[in-house]
C-alpha cells in the first residue's frame, strides 16, 4: 500500500481514495499510479500509519510535501491537519495540498481558518471557466453548487494561507477559457497555473 512517494523535488502523501468528483482527465481514471506502482489503497491508512512512512523518509532532502495521491485530502481533513502538525514539529519544510476546493461542501462547514499556520500553498482544481462546463466535466456529486463553493473556499483559504493557486490543465480546456479563468483567479486574489496534461 503506497502512503508516501516522490516525484521531482516533493514527498507526495496518498492517505485516501475518496473523491466526491469524478474528473474526466484525472490521472487515476488512466492507470493504477503515477510515480508509484499503485496508489489504490487498500484501505486508508491511519494517522499512526502515515506518520510512521514519513518518518522512514529524510523530510530535508525535498522541497516540499505535497497531500495530492488518488483522492481528495480534505475527505480526511481531521488526519491530514494532524499530520500537518506532526511535520510542522520535525521540519520547516513547505507544506502544500492539492485539491479540488470543495471542503466546505464535503465538511459541512467552513474550513478554510484550519489551514491557517499548516499549509504554505494551497493548490485548487478549477478545472473550467463556469458552473456549466465545470459539471460537465467534473462530474461532481455536489451538481453545480460545487463551481462556486469551489471560487469561495478560494477567496476564503487566501486569507489564511501564504500562497493560493487555482489551476487548469492545458489541453482540457478551450484557449479563451483559459483567458476567463485568468480572469477568475484575478477577481478571487490568487495566482493561476496551467498545468500539463498527463497521460499514461
Known amino acids: 500500500m503506497t502512503i508516501t512517494y516522490e516525484h521531482e523535488k516533493s514527498l507526495y502523501l496518498n492517505i485516501t481514495n475518496r473523491c466526491p468528483n469524478n474528473c474526466e482527465f484525472c490521472v487515476r481514471t488512466q492507470a493504477d499510479g503515477f510515480y508509484a506502482d499503485s496508489l489504490w489503497l487498500e484501505r486508508e491508512p491511519s494517522f499512526d500509519e502515515i506518520t510512521a512512512d514519513i518518518g522512514k523518509r529524510v ?14 485530502p480534505t475527505e480526511r481533513i481531521d488526519d491530514m491537519l494532524r499530520v500537518c502538525r506532526w511535520i510542522r514539529e520535525q521540519s520547516e519544510i513547505k507544506i502544500r495540498v492539492n485539491t479540488n476546493g470543495l471542503s466546505d461542501l464535503i465538511n459541512k462547514r467552513r474550513t478554510a481558518p484550519d489551514f491557517k499556520g499548516l499549509f504554505d500553498i494551497v493548490s485548487i482544481s478549477l478545472n473550467a471557466a ?8 467534473c462530474h461532481s456529486v455536489y451538481g453545480r453548487e460545487a463551481f462556486d463553493a469551489m471560487l ?7 486569507n489564511f494561507v501564504p500562497e493560493v493557486v487555482l489551476s487548469v490543465v ?31
Do not use: H, M, Q
Not at 130 to 137: G, P, Q, S
Open 170 to 200: 492545458e489541453g482540457t480546456i478551450p484557449e479563451e477559457d483559459i483567458k476567463k479563468c485568468g480572469l477568475i483567479a484575478e477577481k478571487a486574489g490568487v495566482k493561476l497555473r496551467i498545468r500539463e496534461y498527463i497521460k499514461n
Open 152 to 158: 469561495s473556499f478560494a477567496a476564503d483559504v487566501k
Open 59 to 72: 523530510l530535508n532532502k525535498y522541497d516540499s510535501v505535497v497531500f495530492c495521491g488518488y483522492g481528495e
Open 130 to 137: 463556469d458552473a456549466e462546463e465545470y459539471d460537465k466535466v
